[in-house]
């Protein structure tokens, strides 16, 4: 049953009472509309989506903490995923962690090998959308319309 129709079935113990009297019928409106099991490749996809949510929801956490790590140490990141990656090059390859104790120093680096691997990650379930979106006629005529390049993946 859809959700929006859920709600005029909650019942109080005086509606459950007069429910078993015969009173008031569940399923049987003739408005009611029921929502159809998803097929298997349905619910591939949906959680497909839902793990590439996940990732980049780890990406951001993870950038937000390294700009907060360099915050607490006097040193204002950029915000932004690129202007961040390029920031950091140039603070650790360049400039060695110029302010930074070798400890932070370690630190950050796992934290930019922790991005790298979730970019990764985020570039394979892309490259799977691309691909199931060639091989999708529904996809396809989605990713035909004005608005959308058929290179984007159909989620963020």
Same mark, same amino acid.
């Given at each position: ?63 937000? $903490?390294?700009? /907060?790590? %360099?915050?607490? *140490?006097? +040193? ?5 995923? &690129?202007?961040?990656?390029?920031? !950091? ?5 360049? $400039?060695?962690? /110029?302010? %930074?104790?070798? *400890?932070? +120093? ?5 934290? &930019?090998?922790?991005?790298?691997? !979730? ?38």
């Amino acid at each position: 049953m859809s959700p929006e129709y859920v709600r005029p079935y909650v019942q109080s113990a005086e509606e459950r009472r007069s429910s078993r009297r015969g009173d008031r019928g569940g399923g049987d409106t003739p408005t009611m509309r029921f929502v159809g099991l998803k097929s298997q490749e349905q619910l591939d996809m949906q959680t497909l989506h839902r793990s590439r949510d996940r990732l980049v929801g780890e990406r951001t956490a993870l950038i937000s $903490q390294l700009r /907060a790590i %360099l915050l607490e *140490r006097g +040193i204002v990141a950029p915000q932004g995923k &690129r202007k961040l990656e390029q920031f !950091l090059t140039v603070l650790m390859d360049e $400039q060695c962690g /110029a302010g %930074l104790s070798p *400890r932070m +120093i370690t630190l950050v680096a796992d934290a &930019r090998a922790q991005w790298g691997e !979730l970019d990764q990650r985020i570039a394979a379930f892309d490259t799977e959308f691309i691909r199931w979106t060639k091989e999708n006629e529904d996809a396809r005529r989605l990713a035909s319309h004005p608005g959308r390049r058929p290179e984007q993946s159909p989620r963020r």
